[in-house]
Protein backbone atom coordinates (compact mmCIF):
# COMPACT_ATOMS: atom_id res chain seq x y z
CA UNK A 1 0.00 0.00 0.00
CA UNK A 2 0.70 3.33 -0.56
CA UNK A 3 2.61 5.65 2.42
CA UNK A 4 0.55 9.08 3.36
CA UNK A 5 3.33 9.71 5.84
CA UNK A 6 1.03 10.25 8.51
CA UNK A 7 2.15 6.56 10.33
CA UNK A 8 -1.35 5.40 9.71
CA UNK A 9 -0.83 3.62 6.29
CA UNK A 10 2.61 2.17 6.97
CA UNK A 11 3.46 2.48 10.89
CA UNK A 12 6.39 5.04 12.02
CA UNK A 13 8.91 3.25 10.94
CA UNK A 14 8.06 4.26 7.30
CA UNK A 15 7.78 7.68 8.83
CA UNK A 16 10.97 7.94 10.91
CA UNK A 17 12.97 6.59 8.34
CA UNK A 18 11.77 8.76 5.26
CA UNK A 19 10.54 12.10 6.34
CA UNK A 20 12.17 15.05 8.38
CA UNK A 21 11.29 14.77 11.79
CA UNK A 22 11.85 16.37 15.75
CA UNK A 23 11.32 15.88 19.00
CA UNK A 24 8.42 18.14 19.93
CA UNK A 25 9.08 19.21 24.26
CA UNK A 26 7.24 21.54 26.32
CA UNK A 27 10.39 24.28 25.98
CA UNK A 28 10.15 24.39 22.43
CA UNK A 29 8.95 27.75 21.05
CA UNK A 30 10.28 28.05 17.49
CA UNK A 31 11.16 25.66 14.77
CA UNK A 32 13.17 26.40 11.64
CA UNK A 33 12.73 23.18 9.15
CA UNK A 34 15.54 23.31 6.27
CA UNK A 35 14.59 24.39 3.09
CA UNK A 36 12.39 22.42 0.25
CA UNK A 37 11.57 20.33 3.24
CA UNK A 38 8.47 18.33 1.48
CA UNK A 39 6.93 16.78 4.74
CA UNK A 40 7.59 16.16 8.30
CA UNK A 41 6.68 14.94 11.45
CA UNK A 42 7.01 15.60 14.83
CA UNK A 43 7.55 12.60 17.94
CA UNK A 44 5.10 13.65 20.48
CA UNK A 45 5.65 11.19 23.20
CA UNK A 46 8.01 13.41 25.30
CA UNK A 47 5.54 16.16 25.70
CA UNK A 48 2.60 14.14 25.56
CA UNK A 49 3.29 10.42 27.07
CA UNK A 50 0.30 8.86 27.32
CA UNK A 51 -1.98 11.90 27.28
CA UNK A 52 -4.51 11.95 23.95
CA UNK A 53 -3.88 14.81 21.60
CA UNK A 54 -8.18 15.54 21.71
CA UNK A 55 -7.42 19.16 19.73
CA UNK A 56 -4.97 20.81 17.10
CA UNK A 57 -4.90 23.85 14.99
CA UNK A 58 -2.49 25.63 12.38
CA UNK A 59 -2.95 29.18 10.96
CA UNK A 60 -1.64 28.97 7.37
CA UNK A 61 -3.50 26.78 4.62
CA UNK A 62 -1.16 28.48 1.93
CA UNK A 63 2.06 26.81 3.62
CA UNK A 64 0.73 23.80 5.44
CA UNK A 65 -1.47 21.23 3.28
CA UNK A 66 -2.05 18.68 5.83
CA UNK A 67 -1.72 17.79 9.01
CA UNK A 68 -3.01 14.88 10.68
CA UNK A 69 -2.15 13.12 14.45
CA UNK A 70 -1.79 9.30 15.31
CA UNK A 71 -2.88 8.54 18.43
CA UNK A 72 -1.30 5.05 18.32
CA UNK A 73 2.19 6.25 17.72
CA UNK A 74 2.23 9.83 18.93
CA UNK A 75 3.09 11.68 15.71
CA UNK A 76 2.19 14.96 14.11
CA UNK A 77 2.69 14.73 10.72
CA UNK A 78 2.75 17.50 8.07
CA UNK A 79 2.84 17.78 4.72
CA UNK A 80 3.45 21.21 2.96
CA UNK A 81 2.56 23.27 -0.39
CA UNK A 82 5.00 23.43 -2.91
CA UNK A 83 6.21 26.76 -4.10
CA UNK A 84 5.67 28.33 -1.27
CA UNK A 85 8.22 31.35 0.26
CA UNK A 86 9.70 31.54 3.68
CA UNK A 87 6.38 31.55 6.26
CA UNK A 88 5.28 30.87 9.26
CA UNK A 89 2.26 29.02 10.55
CA UNK A 90 1.12 28.56 14.28
CA UNK A 91 0.91 25.05 15.25
CA UNK A 92 -1.39 24.38 18.30
CA UNK A 93 -2.24 21.01 20.04
CA UNK A 94 -4.21 19.95 23.41
CA UNK A 95 -3.88 17.00 24.93
CA UNK A 96 -5.70 15.26 28.13
CA UNK A 97 -4.85 12.77 30.68
CA UNK A 98 -6.63 12.55 33.82
CA UNK A 99 -9.09 15.04 33.15
CA UNK A 100 -6.39 17.40 33.05
CA UNK A 101 -6.50 19.25 29.86
CA UNK A 102 -2.97 20.83 28.73
CA UNK A 103 -2.26 22.90 25.24
CA UNK A 104 0.90 23.79 23.50
CA UNK A 105 1.56 26.37 20.68
CA UNK A 106 4.78 26.77 18.79
CA UNK A 107 5.84 29.01 15.63
CA UNK A 108 7.08 26.98 12.91
CA UNK A 109 8.75 28.43 10.28
CA UNK A 110 9.21 26.98 6.51
CA UNK A 111 9.65 27.43 2.92
CA UNK A 112 9.32 25.32 -0.33
CA UNK A 113 9.84 27.70 -3.04
CA UNK A 114 12.30 27.04 -5.85
CA UNK A 115 13.92 29.29 -7.63
CA UNK A 116 13.34 29.36 -11.37
CA UNK A 117 16.92 29.33 -12.19
CA UNK A 118 18.11 27.42 -9.55
CA UNK A 119 18.87 24.03 -9.64
CA UNK A 120 19.14 21.75 -6.28
CA UNK A 121 21.21 18.53 -7.83
CA UNK A 122 24.29 18.75 -5.46
CA UNK A 123 22.69 20.75 -2.42
CA UNK A 124 22.44 19.22 0.80
CA UNK A 125 21.09 20.30 4.36
CA UNK A 126 21.94 19.25 7.31
CA UNK A 127 19.89 20.48 10.24
CA UNK A 128 19.94 19.78 14.15
CA UNK A 129 18.07 21.99 15.36
CA UNK A 130 16.57 20.96 18.39
CA UNK A 131 13.17 22.05 19.77
CA UNK A 132 14.28 23.39 22.46
CA UNK A 133 12.53 26.68 22.32
CA UNK A 134 9.10 26.22 22.59
CA UNK A 135 5.93 27.55 24.61
CA UNK A 136 2.65 26.07 25.36
CA UNK A 137 -0.82 27.11 24.12
CA UNK A 138 -3.73 25.08 22.62
CA UNK A 139 -6.00 23.96 19.72
CA UNK A 140 -6.90 20.21 18.23
CA UNK A 141 -10.01 18.25 17.10
CA UNK A 142 -10.46 14.70 16.41
CA UNK A 143 -11.23 14.38 12.74
CA UNK A 144 -10.02 11.12 10.67
CA UNK A 145 -7.55 11.93 7.94
CA UNK A 146 -9.34 11.35 4.32
CA UNK A 147 -6.16 11.92 2.41
CA UNK A 148 -7.70 14.28 -0.03
CA UNK A 149 -6.84 17.97 -1.05
CA UNK A 150 -9.93 18.90 1.44
CA UNK A 151 -8.73 16.85 4.19
CA UNK A 152 -7.91 20.46 6.33
CA UNK A 153 -11.12 22.13 8.15
CA UNK A 154 -10.97 25.55 8.27
CA UNK A 155 -12.38 27.05 10.96
CA UNK A 156 -12.69 31.12 11.20
CA UNK A 157 -8.80 31.59 9.93
CA UNK A 158 -7.85 28.08 11.98
CA UNK A 159 -7.66 24.76 10.19
CA UNK A 160 -7.87 21.66 12.15
CA UNK A 161 -5.32 19.05 12.61
CA UNK A 162 -6.67 15.53 11.44
CA UNK A 163 -6.53 12.60 13.96
CA UNK A 164 -5.51 9.35 12.47
CA UNK A 165 -7.22 7.42 15.34
CA UNK A 166 -9.58 4.70 13.25
CA UNK A 167 -7.69 5.36 9.85
CA UNK A 168 -9.27 4.79 6.93
CA UNK A 169 -7.22 5.46 4.25
CA UNK A 170 -9.35 7.08 0.59
CA UNK A 171 -6.38 7.32 -1.52
Same mark, same amino acid.
Do not use: W
Given at each position: ?????? +?????????????????? %?? %???? $????????????????? !???????????????????? +?????????????????????? #? !???????? +??????????????? !??????????????????????????????????? +???? $??????? #? !???????????
Amino acid at each position: PECGMD +AGDCGPSEVFNNVYGLQL %EN %ETQS $VEVPPLTPAMYFNLSTL !IGEARVVDGSHDNADLIRTA +AVSQKHKILSLTFHRNITRQNV #T !ISITYELD +AKITEKSFILTAETY !IPENTTNSNTTTNSTSPLSTMQSLGGLTNHTTNHT +ANNV $VNHTANH #T !INNTTNHTSNH
